[in-house]
């Protein structure tokens, strides 16, 4: 039989075996008992989503063919983001579009009953070192981050200032709350933290609001074996994988109140207590939280815990926006488009100033993550940023359609506004010179909504489907421009 990985990271590696073959069952669970501390069996979609709640399995061996839902439906329809576990498929009534199907789904191997024993331990063990592998390139990942620092990219006085801030928090052993909207970095700006803070431990990032209120307890905490069905060999938590480092809590907004109390208690005691365990253990861990919520009106609606609000707000960097610093977008967009392109092994576009322009003109509502993902889709489509910056100011603002104007129409514009024209239809329609850039067409189309809400930008702006300030914005900018 093929020797598997002889290190104590797979001590603890867990199985699920699910077929409704009780023979099946019964041959790999004494097979995978003499490798694995936990190896539990699952007649049927049902009993193994009810096992799947309790505990987290590294690895699943599914029988396709299973009565009511397939294997593969069943696993399509995890939560990608609790998507951790690898899957080995088996089926008795294969063809190629099954096979395809099941690798589409995510499948490490796929296997025809029937099988002789030794096939399955080989395919097991091939998934074992893969994730080895995973493993051991995270840590020598996490080196090469401590050697090469997070260079948050930007030199913009809100950058700047957002830079100073870190430096000065990262040396303290405080707790650090990280506010700002999503996809202004706030992982990025923990990490840099951490390296900063010279801490020795790793840095272990988590996600309050991408696992399940029951099982959070243990992932941070970790459980002893007995601890609850399926617990039959105890796991470290992330408090002890971090200690000596920094743990990022993601998100922190999400977290149940019920869960709010304990983690209070860590943090007070500089201790932890797995899930069944009769005695608390030291840890030291710095805690980063971050959140896109408004934690103190959380606090004040009830939804978040004021004392440990003001446990975590012992230091806060706030993050500004991208259209708050968009003296950074030439520098982010020559470093998204030379690393996106090597990463998708394609040719890089290259920026005109009158694309730069229109980046920085627009508002961004999607921060530095829709920045990098509209170049990344130039990029993937080869498509001309000229013409995409012109689809995306169209769709920013709704503009209304635009019948085709006689000379005497076009004649009765002013410099600034429209005129009112019919068309063959007899509805009134906005009418724009021929000559006219698509910013005078969108000037003209908001002063025109701004007037008829008698100046009240903030109704006028609920019409148009943008933020307040945007509208403030672009009449600061149409101001300084001259043309107001």
Not at 157 to 176: E, F, R, Y
Not at 285 to 302: D, F, P, S
Not at 365 to 372: A, F
Request: overall charge negative; hydrophobic content about 40%.
């Amino acid at each position: 039989m093929s020797d598997f990985p002889s290190t104590s990271l797979w001590t603890a590696v867990s199985v699920l075996v699910v077929d409704d073959e009780p023979g099946m069952r019964a041959i790999l669970k004494k097979a995978l008992s003499k490798k694995f501390a936990q190896v539990d069996v699952a007649g049927s979609i049902e009993e193994a989503e009810t096992l799947r709640k309790r505990c987290h399995f590294d690895l699943l061996i599914v029988d396709i063919n299973l009565p009511g839902r397939s294997g593969i439906e069943w696993h399509e329809a995890f939560d990608p983001s609790t998507r951790r576990s690898d899957v080995i498929f088996m089926t008795g009534y294969a063809d190629l579009d099954t096979a395809i199907q099941a690798l589409r789904a995510g499948a490490s191997d796929f296997i025809l009953k029937p099988f002789n024993l030794e096939q399955m331990m080989q395919s097991v063990s091939r998934c074992i070192e893969r994730r080895l592998v995973e493993r051991q390139n995270f840590a020598l990942q996490r080196d090469v981050e401590r050697i090469h620092p997070v260079d948050i990219i930007g030199d913009a006085a809100t950058t700047q200032k957002m830079k100073n801030v870190i430096a000065q928090v990262a040396p303290s052993q405080a707790a650090v709350l990280v506010e700002g909207e999503s996809g202004t970095g706030k992982e990025l700006v923990a990490r840099a933290l951490h390296q900063l803070s010279q801490r020795t431990g790793p840095f272990v990032p988590l996600n309050c609001g991408a696992i399940a209120p029951d099982l959070l307890e243990s992932e941070l905490f970790g459980h002893v074996s007995g601890a609850f069905t399926g617990a039959k060999k105890g796991r470290e938590g992330l408090f002890r994988v971090a200690n000596n480092g920094t743990l990022f809590l993601d998100e922190i907004g999400e977290m149940p109140l019920s869960m709010q109390s304990s983690l209070l208690r860590a943090l007070e005691q500089k201790a932890i207590r797995p899930v069944g365990a009769e005695r608390e253990v030291q840890v030291d861990v710095r805690i980063v939280a971050a959140t896109n919520r408004n934690l103190k009106q959380e606090v004040e609606e009830g939804r978040f815990r004021r004392d440990l609000y003001y446990r975590l707000n012992v230091l806060t960097v706030e993050l500004p926006a991208l259209r708050d610093r968009l003296d950074d977008i030439p520098t982010l967009a020559h470093h998204f488009t030379q690393m996106l392109a090597k990463e998708l092994g394609m040719q890089a576009m290259n920026w005109t100033h009158e694309d730069i322009q229109a980046m920085q003109s627009y508002d961004w509502p999607g921060n530095i993550r829709e920045l990098r993902n509209m170049m990344e889709r130039c990029i993937l489509l080869g498509k001309p940023p000229a013409d995409y910056w012109r689809e995306l100011q169209v769709d920013a603002i709704p503009l209304p359609r635009m019948a085709q104007a006689s000379e005497a129409q076009v004649s009765g514009a002013s410099e600034n506004r429209p005129c009112r024209c019919h068309d063959e239809n007899d509805v009134e329609q906005f009418c724009y010179p021929t000559d006219w850039t698509l910013k005078d067409v969108e000037k003209a189309h908001i002063l025109q909504v701004v007037e008829s809400h008698s100046g009240n930008k903030s109704a006028a702006a609920r019409q148009l489907g943008v933020a307040r300030k945007t509208l403030e914005r672009k009449f600061k900018d149409w101001a300084d421009e001259g043309v107001l």
